[in-house]
């Protein structure tokens, strides 16, 4: 393999691509493992008893990091979605569609192909149980993009719009597109799921990608897991947080217990991780800054990888890696040969798994980077991570979508701090290192271009008229188009049908019908039809752009929505 400065993975040799009657090729002779990966979200690199918490308990962790193989320096996207994205695909999200996690900056095209979608055409059953986050509708959802077995819930967390009200108790969730109401705790009803999963195809080979919502907010936990945790004097947000770690650490037990039974445990890929820091103030162990910020505390995240029937455990990986090496690495194992002409930006981590290759590799540099707002802004909150130095940019502005960005440049301009990170892990010591600055810069800027050139940064769009998704539903806050005065501006959608389309927006909190209309701005034209329900009839063409239908009450001006709520959720039926 040929690794090229950026750290992209241009495979030839073994991995030459090759793809025939829509499936992709597998290596001869390789034992196929099943693959679990498990990913949590804003559990931070000091919310595990083996990072030095001695607060927390996370046993079933703690003892699998200890027998298995430990990055030291794993590193994710800020936020989730983008780190979501980067897992998936083996890519830097900005290549996606993605941007970043709402407002219509979370929808992966639809055309990136998965790690899903790899191994289900190599003969894999797939299954995703929890969190996806990478588009709602047709055809961004996990059913549409890989996954045979699909329990979810929508949106970036249980309780966010479009589901709303919603609960981490007995959650409202969707079930191959269709929704239900759960009975249970969220984070058990996503695993009793992807046991009965791994229960049905225990023949293989499968892949189990369970990813818990939780300890996201809102902190809802039973009281059972978090009364040890306020005996200890903690406040009662961490007290929560770790109640809810250690439920996902009770409920990771209970997977690796039923691999055990089964007696799959030798011959299967099992790697945890999470998506990003810890949103709230807590035990870092030491790392500077959280969720969102492109410091450790926010990017260096916890990965531990087993698998007993290959890899020696009890041992550390301190080289750096992130979460775009994952599907190299696991499609790698498994003996699939990557698509063609789908570029990826990580390195297959399998050597350093496996102990065969313990070299260095200083010329690697990793990018981070994560804003609001759908236009990223050169510099903006920014990150050049290498084995020993790190460049950090405009830190701590990931919702300043107005930042006017200035003098980082070639030099030791404004914004930009610069760590030995092998020596000052804490960053707490900024050098004075302008060669060094502007090599990192000019690195960035590269890396920057690059990516730009890949989609100019565009999100899917959702498309509308297909049987594949009828009805449909269009969530304002997720997945609207946002501007920068902080309002949806309609969808970006594709119409594939003709055709008269019912209609019906949510009105929000109004008890009582309303007389006023509903408009349709689509194609440069506007429509509107008086409604006392929120519903009407209308007929769209098709076409591509950005489709725009709100309620307005009679007399009134239109009410613009920028909050995370359902009112101004629509529904489309053909």
């Known amino acids: 393999m040929i690794t090229t400065r950026f750290g992209d993975l241009l495979v030839v040799g073994i991995l030459a691509i090759a793809m025939s009657f829509g499936g992709y090729s597998t290596v001869s002779g390789v034992e196929r493992p099943n693959v679990v990966l498990v990913m949590t979200d804003d559990q931070g690199y000091g919310d595990v008893g083996v990072h030095g918490n001695d607060k927390i308990r996370t ?14 320096r794993f590193y994710c ?64 959802r996990p059913i549409d993009q890989g996954f045979d077995e699909v329990l979810r819930h929508s949106s970036g967390g249980i309780g966010q719009t479009p589901d709303k009200p919603n609960s981490y108790f007995d959650p409202l969730l969707w079930h191959n597109g269709c929704s239900f109401k759960a009975q249970g705790y969220c984070t058990d009803v996503f695993t009793d799921a ?3 999963f791994i229960k049905t195809n225990r023949d293989g080979p499968f892949f189990v990608y369970l990813s818990t919502n939780t300890p996201h907010t809102p902190l809802e936990i039973a009281d059972e897991y978090v009364e040890r945790y306020r005996k200890m ?58 969720k969102s910020w492109v410091y450790e505390g926010g990017i260096r995240v916890p990965c531990f990888v087993q698998w007993p ?27 699939v040969v990557l698509p063609k002409n789908v570029r990826i930006d990580g390195v297959s981590q399998l050597p350093r798994l496996s102990g065969t290759d313990t070299k260095l590799d200083d010329k690697r540099l990793l990018f981070f980077q994560c804003h609001r707002g759908l236009r990223p802004q050169r510099y903006h909150n920014a990150a050049v991570v290498s084995q020993r130095f790190k460049l950090v ?50 690195a960035y800027n590269e890396w920057f271009d690059d990516v730009r050139t890949t989609r100019d940064f565009v999100p899917g769009r959702i498309i509308v008229g297909s049987d594949e998704e009828n009805p449909l539903r269009l969530c304002r806050y997720q ?8 309002f949806s501006h309609g969808w970006a959608v594709e119409v594939v049908r003709d055709g008269n389309y019912k209609l019906h927006v949510d009105q929000g909190d109004v008890k ?44 009134e001006t239109r009410k613009r929505i920028g909050l995370n709520t359902t009112e101004g959720n629509v529904k489309l039926q053909f």
Not at 59 to 72: A, I, M, W
Not at 256 to 270: E, K, P, Y
Not at 309 to 327: C, N, P, T
Not at 393 to 414: I, K, N, Y
């Open 309 to 335: 029937g290959r890899f020696s455990g009890g041992r550390v990986v301190d080289r750096i890696a992130a979460h775009i090496d994952l599907l190299p690495t696991i499609v790698e194992a498994c003996g």
């Open 233 to 290: 004097g903690l406040s009662e947000t961490t007290a929560r947080v770790y109640g809810m770690c250690e439920n996902i650490d009770d409920n990771f037990g209970r997977l690796l217990a039923t691999l055990d039974t089964l007696g799959l445990r030798d011959n299967t890929l099992i790697v945890f991780l999470t998506d990003n820091g810890p949103q709230q103030k807590r035990y870092t162990a030491n790392l500077k800054g959280r």
């Open 479 to 486: 997945d609207g188009t946002y501007r920068g005065d902080g």
């Open 59 to 72: 046993p079933n962790l703690d003892r699998f990091s200890e027998q298995g193989v430990t990055f030291t």
């Open 77 to 140: 996207s800020p936020v989730c979605a983008p780190t979501r994205a980067s897992l998936m695909t083996g890519r830097y999200y900005y290549r996606t569609g993605v941007v970043h996690t709402s407002r219509g900056g979370a929808k992966m095209q639809a055309d990136e192909v998965t790690l899903a979608e790899m191994l289900s055409s190599a003969g894999y059953s797939t299954g995703l149980f929890g969190k996806w986050h990478l588009g709602d509708n047709y055809p961004m």
């Open 393 to 442: 940019m405009h830190p701590g502005t990931f919702g300043d979508e107005q930042l006017a960005v200035a003098g980082v440049g070639a030099g030791a301009g404004a914004g930009a701090e610069l760590y030995d990170i092998a020596r000052d892990p804490n960053e707490d010591r900024p050098l004075v290192n302008a060669k060094r600055q502007k090599q990192l810069v000019a």
């Open 194 to 196: 992807a046991i009965e």
């Open 512 to 555: 009582q019908p309303v007389p006023g209309r509903i408009h349709v701005r689509w194609l440069e034209r506007e429509n509107s039809i008086a409604t006392k329900d929120g519903q009407a009839v209308f007929k769209l063409g098709k076409g591509t752009g950005t489709l725009d239908i709100w309620f307005q009450a009679d007399g």
